[in-house]
């Protein structure tokens, strides 16, 4: 019974959601981190660390940081530098993926949240 319990207060949880979105005011007082100065890098050592190609990566562009928070009702809210990178390199199976502008946001020199094609529930981050 007890497991019956726990298993209805889960899914009572998922459906709720686990979060709320942030009020203005605590949008405001957030903690954004610090401004990333070396953002092209933490960029490229991101991508470095995360690809199964990594020598094969093309920049076309690298935006400016630019503050920013992502969230919605099912996930934690996330604060702080938001960069996007138009990029091509080559997949798992070894195929180039063409160029596309993928976001991430940079929180104390660390990428926080990558956001693929830069589409972050409908809304596209990198215009």
């Known amino acids: 019974m007890n497991k019956a319990l ?7 949880t998922l459906l709720t959601g686990c979060t ?3 009020t203005e005011k605590e949008i405001d007082e957030a903690d954004y981190g610090s401004y990333p100065t070396d953002y092209e890098n ?5 991508y470095g660390y995360h690809l199964t190609h990594p020598d094969s990566i093309d ?6 940081p630019r503050r920013y928070w992502l969230g919605n009702e099912l996930d934690n809210v996330y604060y702080g530098y938001l960069v996007c990178a138009t990029v091509n390199y080559r997949n798992m199976v ?7 502008s ?4 940079i ?3 660390l990428v926080v949240k990558y956001v693929e094609d830069g589409d972050w529930w409908g809304k596209p981050l990198c215009e």
Do not use: E, M
Not at 6 to 12: R, S, Y
Not at 42 to 46: A, E, H, M, R
Not at 94 to 100: L, R
Not at 102 to 105: D, E, K, P, R, S
């Open 102 to 105: 993928h976001a991430l946001l």
């Open 20 to 22: 709320t979105l942030p």
């Open 59 to 64: 920049y076309a562009a690298i935006s400016k």
């Open 6 to 12: 726990l298993c209805a207060a889960g899914i009572a």
């Open 42 to 46: 933490i960029v490229k050592t991101y």
């Open 94 to 100: 070894g195929k180039d993926t063409g160029y596309n």
């Open 107 to 109: 929180h104390n020199g």
